[in-house]
């Protein structure tokens, strides 16, 4: 069985965060364990501390928006919130994350790559949330967008794949396969100070 450029994507991704978690855990407790000792107040452990943590949340947010999401897998509002929280503490963009239950994965994944490109949009910042009504997502923003690839932009509205890519915006790329996964179709409504993506 030859498997599709996509799902050997969808494999590495989860591969490689799956073994970035482990060491960075135990490094996390490495340092909550300093963290009790003579050196607990010194501001270099803090600091430390602050970094390993926000890496951390930063892989786990990316094993849901670039590893391996099965339709009969769920990430229940508790822990997506938990991951967003860490990987927005102290960032420009908040990002509130109103979804009440337990969805299937490939539609967060989803919702996680187009939390990436509102990131992108807003680079002074802004506020973001996120809903669903029991059929439809909706991402709302508010903020002072500056859309540097609107060709990318275009290409995520139209469901077409983008044929020029930087490492940096590759989850552009990944959006037409998340959407034809979870079986959605993006609708956008954007604006100067406003970006709304529905699916």
Known sequence: MRHSPKRLA?????????????????????????GM??????????????????ANFRVQFYRVAYGLA??????????????LAGVYKGARLKVDWSVKDALPR????????LIQCIEDALPY????????????????ADG??????????????SGEEPEELAPSR??????????EEAGRRIICNNSEDHIELTF
């Open 106 to 113: 490939p539609e967060i994944k989803l919702a996680f790559l």
């Open 37 to 54: 000792g003579p050196m607990g107040t010194q501001p270099e452990l803090a600091l430390i501390s602050e970094s390993i943590e926000a």
């Open 144 to 157: 002072r967008t500056k859309i540097n690839d609107p060709e990318l932009w275009e290409c995520l509205c």
């Open 70 to 83: 099965s339709d009969d897998q769920a990430l229940s509002d508790g822990e997506v919130r938990r991951i």
């Open 125 to 140: 910042g802004g506020t973001l949330r996120i809903t669903h009504n029991g059929m439809f997502w909706r991402l709302e």
């Open 170 to 179: 590759v989850h552009y790329a990944l959006i037409p396969h998340a959407v």
């Open 10 to 34: 969808d494999l590495l991704g989860s591969r490689l965060c799956h073994d970035l978690i482990s060491p960075i855990g135990a490094v996390c407790n490495g340092v909550e364990l300093l």
